[in-house]
């Protein structure tokens, strides 16, 4: 039996990706459990992690680093021990080098590269981001898997993630101009979308993340 940690540090969609990744589980080929937690013994020793997040960068750092040793733990489960690590829209921003929201605030910088503001180059792109997008990309990685080209998930934002090293950027989509879908860095990966507001493609990539072995 995995155990995968849900990261807990009061993020607004806890509840959802909770219940979405235990749907989630029911489902996939390897056998479950998904512990809710900001205890950060069971962070450090958990075979997978996953940290959620809406919001403002700024804010969520702050809330993230308020645990005490969260930060800590996660950093040694995932860039030590290498386990298998999932962010969820701002989760997947707080991978970043830096993001420009309210000044330049320090991120986990396990992917480099920084979060800024969306700038759609058409004015009926309106900020923010709220709706249904298409997948663009090879989609090669494996949390991909089942999921044709061109598959619909939810996003809703208004800052994104442009990495350094564009080899990082598993998906992009647009809205008024190209920005990161999702992010696969080895055992590190991100999406921008929330996979538990994407009904049956965003279950599938939740039950792919649990059985998948980088």
């Not at 990261?7 to 909770?18: K, T, V």
């Not at 219940?19 to 069971?42: C, F, G, M, N, Y």
């Not at 990161?180 to 965003?202: D, M």
Request: glycine residues 12%; hydrophobic residues 45%.
């Amino acid at each position: 039996m995995q155990t995968v940690a849900l990261i807990d540090y009061g993020s607004g969609n806890l509840p959802s990706a909770d219940k979405a990744l235990r749907k989630a589980a029911a489902a996939a080929a390897t056998p479950t459990s998904i512990i809710t937690t900001d205890d950060p013994e069971v962070i450090a020793r958990a075979d997978k992690l996953v940290l959620p997040g809406v919001g403002a960068f700024v804010a969520c750092k702050r809330a993230l680093e308020a645990r005490d040793g969260v930060v800590e733990a996660m950093t040694h489960a995932a860039i030590s021990r290498r386990a298998p690590f999932l962010g969820i829209c701002v989760g997947m921003q707080l991978l970043a080098s830096r993001g420009l929201e309210f000044g330049s605030t320090s991120g986990l910088d396990w992917i480099g590269g920084e979060v800024r503001k969306l700038t759609p180059a058409t004015p009926e792109r309106k900020i923010p981001h709220m709706g249904w997008n298409s997948l663009e990309g090879g989609l090669e990685s494996p949390l991909f898997a089942g999921l044709g080209a061109g598959v619909h998930m939810y996003f809703t934002h208004s800052f994104a993630l442009y990495a350094d090293d564009p080899g990082h950027v598993s998906s992009w989509t647009d809205h008024g101009g190209p920005f990161a879908a999702s992010v696969v860095k080895g055992n590190l990966a991100g999406v921008q979308f929330h996979p538990e507001k994407s009904q049956g493609a965003g279950a599938r990539l939740l039950r792919n993340f649990l059985d998948w072995r980088p």
